[in-house]
């Protein structure tokens, strides 16, 4: 591994500590490990139909074949990219290293039924999305989830807290604090539970998706019962079918379109956190020895939610390139997609950066009370709404009228102001108990 200094991403450098986890499923290493598995499953299969020429192979060596993947080092993959440098191709050269451990396990006469009949993209379009749904499963989701964690819990613990609303930027109809922390929890829900749901496409039907060298050799099989069974019962992945020579992507855009809303929704949640701080409704804890400005002792600036922001942009750039590209191939295929998948990592390494960010500043919050009561007691205005509306139901003449010439003069309105007012209305006395009940504390709905 190169020293992290030198390293051009920050995926790889400053931040590598966040994201080397992510290397088992998007490195170079993993995607060759992965092939050389498709390719071992696949023979695997084509001896369990049997085909004629495979019906004598001995299945209790199916262990040792998988043992080539399931114990496969960076050793073997260094192997296959200098077997790369002569064929100039990945995937033969990872066909070509298979017949060689055959060899070594003194089955070298079944080796033409290594990738037979295949196209490089049936090990690809199978390989990359079996890595996809592996991260998603085992580090996007669980990593997610601790931060769906955290705020479910301050949801709770702040639920009956008064805050004052803006709406526009500007003081509105009080809310509570868990409240507004549970729409992101509902936002989220809904996401990571669409996500859940979503097929893993793998493309599997030989040079165009037509099998044609297989019908041609066999042409009494089933060849895209054998693929659906392949990729969905042995893979876990959906078959995409009719295909060309690629994965046509549509589902795989869904995915990261899923991630990207996801995203947008930590983004929000980071914009509104970083605001309640600079409003002082929140302070953060402070680490010894940690400095906020190289001039200006006092700062504890928001840093990780804006390490967070900046990365879900990233992350969203990527994710929104990635969705639209993927799809478009000319004809039955060109190589442009090669390239661009072997960047899925990326957008899913921003992303794990900015949920740890996130972890760690919801981790620092510490509420101050006093800030939001003082608010609140700052704009008594907001009990318009409600007072208005009681009156209304009283049939009082021009309720809104009354209030908004109470309230819009650009003069302080205070709880002694509304409390004149309310003595001045010609309704009952019930009534008027009624409104004096509403203030910006308790006025904050269900």
């Given at each position: 591994?190169?020293d ?20 088992d ?18 023979f695997?299969?084509l ?92 580090v ?40 507004e ?37 066999y ?32 589902n ?5 379109d ?17 605001t309640?701080?600079s409003?002082?409704?929140?302070h ?73 960010s996130?972890?760690?500043?919801l ?19 907001v ?39 309310i ?24």
């Amino acid at each position: 591994m190169i020293d992290n200094l030198m390293a051009i991403s920050p995926i790889d450098g400053r931040y590598y500590s966040k994201t080397s986890v992510l290397g088992d499923y998007f490195s170079e290493f993993a995607l060759i490990r992965c092939r050389v598995k498709v390719e071992i499953e696949y023979f695997i299969s084509l001896c369990d139909l049997p085909l004629p020429q495979l019906s004598d192979f001995d299945r209790n060596l199916y262990a040792e074949l998988r043992n080539i993947y399931g114990n496969f080092t960076i050793d073997d993959a260094q192997a296959i990219k200098d077997i790369e440098k002569t064929t100039n191709h990945d995937v033969k050269a990872v066909e070509y290293f298979v017949k060689g451990k055959f060899d070594e396990l003194g089955i070298g006469k079944y080796v033409d039924f290594i990738h037979f009949g295949l196209t490089s993209q049936d090990i690809n379009n199978t390989a990359t999305p079996l890595l996809l749904k592996e991260a998603v499963l085992k580090v996007y989701s669980p990593e997610l989830e601790k931060v769906a964690v955290i705020l479910k819990r301050d949801a709770e613990e702040w639920k009956d807290i008064p805050m004052l609303a803006h709406t526009h930027g500007q003081p509105a109809s009080p809310t509570r604090l868990g409240k507004e922390i549970s729409v992101f929890t509902a936002r989220l829900d809904e996401q990571k539970s669409q996500l859940d749901g979503m097929k893993y496409p793998a493309k599997f039907g030989g040079a165009t998706g037509n099998f044609n060298a297989h019908a041609a050799a066999y042409p009494e099989i089933d060849w895209n019962l054998f693929a659906r069974e392949f990729v969905e019962g042995k893979l876990g992945l959906s078959r995409s079918y009719p295909t060309t020579q690629i994965e046509h992507y549509d589902n795989l855009a869904a995915i990261f379109d899923c991630m990207r809303r996801i995203n947008t929704i930590l983004i929000d949640l980071c914009r509104d956190m970083w605001t309640y701080i600079s409003m002082e409704y929140f302070h953060q804890k402070i680490k010894a020895g940690e400095v906020g400005s190289s001039t200006m002792p006092h700062k504890v600036n928001p840093i990780d939610y804006e390490n967070a922001e900046g990365n879900l942009e990233m992350a969203n750039a990527v994710f929104t390139f990635l969705s639209a590209k993927l799809p478009i191939s000319r004809m039955q295929r060109d190589l442009t997609d090669s390239t661009v998948l072997r960047n899925i990592g990326v957008p899913i390494a921003h992303s794990l950066i900015a949920f740890k960010s996130l972890e760690k500043g919801l981790g620092k919050l510490i509420l101050n009370s006093e800030a939001i009561r003082n608010d609140l007691d700052n704009n008594w205005a907001v009990v318009a709404e409600g007072i208005q509306t009681i009156l209304r139901r009283e049939g009082y003449p021009n309720p809104y009228e009354a209030l908004k010439a109470l309230t819009r003069t650009n003069e302080r309105i205070t709880g002694e102001s509304i409390s004149a007012f309310i003595d001045s209305l010609d309704v009952t006395e019930s009534v008027k108990k009624e409104l004096r009940a509403i203030t910006p504390e308790t006025y904050v709905g269900i």
